[in-house]
């Protein structure tokens, strides 16, 4: 575990037995989420996201392994016995960890007002006063001042969602877990959504657990990414680092939607120009980040080798401050040119995927 770790998680396990099958949910996970951080946790649905994030609040106990928050253990395994933090000490580590999902999951017959209200209403060491005041400054931060006597069913899916978090945060937490909390939402109000989660972590410190099975949200606001299949965590890492350089086949079909590249792959792969490709011309892909840029990389193609490079496809993202492009082209020209040219643009740090001919 690392110094500014302010949650642990050590070969986590959770099983379920149901009848006569057992479910192996999480498959010794092990992770740390350093204070500050937003760390994306991507899978499709029945991955075990939701399993692992309750574990982190001891909403599921695991089967086995460590959970620390803020260097607490809520569960530990030793000698091959897991104990769980219980009673007054588990209601106060929890009280640092706030969570929002999907279906907003607010109470219908209270006011927006009340139901940020609730987690706090029974706090003694707050007054009345205190409570209205901080219920107010929680809705004036989520912009839905205008709307504190209003009732859940007379707000937009994006206005509960705001409520649901303002309750999140009323008991002051340091941790806000997010359970696909977009995924109710039309993209419009996903990336209003995104844009206040990414603001309260920036103004309030908090730490967040972003899970969800769109890669697009991650990329827009997490610093941390870490994909999940069949219970395991298969690849984590910087934002940057999965992006511009994923290991596994669904860590890479996770960017490719997110990026729209397989949309714009698909159509690339319908054209004539691509159909009917000649030796020794081929289709390529070059992606790069930071220094190197696409404009440059095209014009010295031609420049130095000749080489004439007709663009079918050009996506450029800004990843925390640093631009990541990608490009699909089809490059004519001397066959030797060109596999020089390819070994020469690769040695600058561009990775290049041969998508149709060969080189030769
Ligand atoms: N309480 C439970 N009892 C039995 N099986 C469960 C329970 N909760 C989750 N599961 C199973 O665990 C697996 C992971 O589910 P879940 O964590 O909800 O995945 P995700 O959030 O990635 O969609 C699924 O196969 C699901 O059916
Ligand atoms: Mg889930």
């Known amino acids: 575990m690392s110094e500014q770790s302010i949650i642990s998680l050590k070969n986590i396990e959770v099983k379920f037995q149901q009848k006569n099958q057992l479910i192996h949910a999480v498959k010794d996970v092990s992770l740390d989420i ?22 982190i609040n001891l909403l599921q106990k695991p089967t086995s392994g460590t959970v620390l928050v803020n260097n607490i253990p809520l569960a530990e395994t030793n000698n091959n016995k897991t104990t769980y933090l219980q009673g007054s000490k588990l ?40 409570k209205n005041t901080k219920v107010a400054d929680l809705l004036a931060l989520v912009g839905l001042s205008d709307r504190s006597n ?13 409520v649901a978090i303002a309750r999140a945060l009323a008991s002051d937490p340091e941790i806000l877990i997010s359970d696909e909390a ?8 996903t990336n209003a959504i995104l844009a206040l989660l990414k603001s309260l972590n920036e103004k309030l410190g908090l730490t967040i657990v972003l899970i969800t099975h769109e890669m697009q949200a991650v990329k827009d606001i997490a610093n941390k990414v870490a994909v999940m299949e069949n219970g395991q965590i298969i690849e984590n890492g910087s934002l940057l680092e999965i992006f511009t350089n994923p290991q596994k086949q669904l860590t890479k079909d996770f960017i490719d939607t997110a990026t729209q590249l397989e949309d714009g792959l698909a159509k690339v792969q319908a054209q004539p120009i691509v159909t009917n490709l000649q030796a020794p011309d081929v289709l390529v892909q070059f992606s790069y980040a930071g220094e190197t840029t696409g404009e440059p990389l095209i014009s010295s193609l031609f420049k130095e080798y000749g ?35 390819l070994h020469n643009v690769k040695e600058q740090g561009v990775k290049v995927t041969l998508l149709k001919g060969e080189l030769i």
Do not use: W
Request: hydrophobic share 40%.
């Open 182 to 189: 977009t995924s109710a939402l039309d993209p419009k109000t």
């Open 150 to 162: 209003a009732y859940p069913s007379q707000l937009s899916g994006g206005q509960k969602q705001r």
């Open 34 to 55: 350093e204070r500050g951080d937003i760390y994306g946790i991507v899978g499709y649905s029945g991955a075990g996201k939701s399993t692992l994030v309750r574990v």
């Open 307 to 341: 080489i004439v490079a007709n663009i079918l496809f050009g996506n450029v993202e800004i990843l925390q401050s640093t631009p990541v492009g990608t490009l699909i082209v089809i490059l004519s020209g001397e066959s030797h040119a060109i596999q020089t040219a």
């Open 91 to 130: 209601r106060n580590a929890r009280k640092k960890i706030g969570m929002i999902f999907q279906h907003f999951n607010l109470m219908n017959e209270r006011t927006v007002a009340d139901n940020v209200l609730f987690p706090i209403a029974r706090n003694h060491t707050l007054t009345k006063e205190q």
